[in-house]
């Protein structure tokens, strides 16, 4: 089975900072890689699908890089609506998709 | 507007059974696999199980292959996930999925249903 880690698992920033979040695959996934933020108390909801495509309606300061094995979330510069838990998943492996275990990016 | 509703919360004894609901709309509900997914108290997501309500094919993660089970009525739009015998670990959060294919693979859980909590204590 294809496992995924996320680093870190928490983190604390401000308004207007550049964050980055990592997903890391246990083997080769290619691109099958979606991002997905949750708030408390609500569902998750797709950011980035295909490592590095944008949802509609997402504001573009989401980005995603990455293929292969490495892939980042990037939030250019964070704004108080998006504190919250960032969940990486893979779907190369269908259909035993896997989600890694969760970025909590917190307020400084 | 693609929309997936599901059924209110419920409490359960342990031994009890339970099916909750997910109806589908804004969309061709029998074209597009829809997922299930747990999520534990305080804790990650969990992808359980996928149905094409086109045709009822159906794959379980090996982690709830046998717990659970997952249909669909494609007459309304409606897709199910029951349990026999809920047990005090069944507590969580259970959320519905459309899965979007990009070509001819999945990309991606494009939309998600508000939620369905699910307590089990005696």
């Known amino acids: 089975d294809i496992q995924l880690t996320q680093s870190p698992s928490f983190l604390s920033a401000s308004v207007g900072d550049r964050v980055t979040i990592t997903c890391r695959a246990s083997?080769?996934?290619?691109?099958?890689l979606a991002w997905y933020q949750q708030k408390p108390g609500k569902a998750p909801k797709l950011l980035i699908y295909?490592?590095?495509t944008l949802q509609s309606g997402v504001p573009s300061r989401f980005s995603g890089s990455g293929s292969g094995t490495e892939f980042t979330l990037t939030i250019s510069s964070l704004q108080p609506e998006d504190f919250a838990t960032y969940y990486c998943q893979q779907l190369n492996s269908y259909p035993l998709f896997t989600f890694g275990p969760g970025t909590k990016v917190d307020i400084k | 507007e693609v929309q997936l509703v599901q059924s209110g919360a419920e409490v359960k004894k342990p031994g009890e059974s339970l099916k909750i609901s997910c109806k589908g709309s804004g969309y061709s509900f029998t074209s597009y696999w829809i997922g299930w997914v747990r999520q534990m108290p305080g804790k990650g997501l969990e992808w359980m199980g996928i149905?094409?309500?086109?045709?009822?094919?159906?794959r379980y993660s090996p982690s709830f292959q046998g717990q659970v089970t997952i249909s669909a009525d494609k007459s309304i739009s409606t897709a199910y996930l029951q349990w026999s015998s809920l047990k005090a670990s069944d507590t969580a959060m259970y959320y519905c999925?459309?899965?979007?294919?990009?070509?001819?693979?999945?990309?991606?859980?494009?939309?998600w249903g508000q939620g369905t909590l699910v307590t089990v204590s005696s």
């Open positions: 083997q080769g996934i290619s691109s099958y």
């Open positions: 295909a490592a590095s």
């Open positions: 149905i094409y309500p086109g045709d009822s094919d159906t």
């Open positions: 999925v459309r899965l979007r294919s990009g070509g001819i693979a999945v990309d991606s859980f494009d939309y």
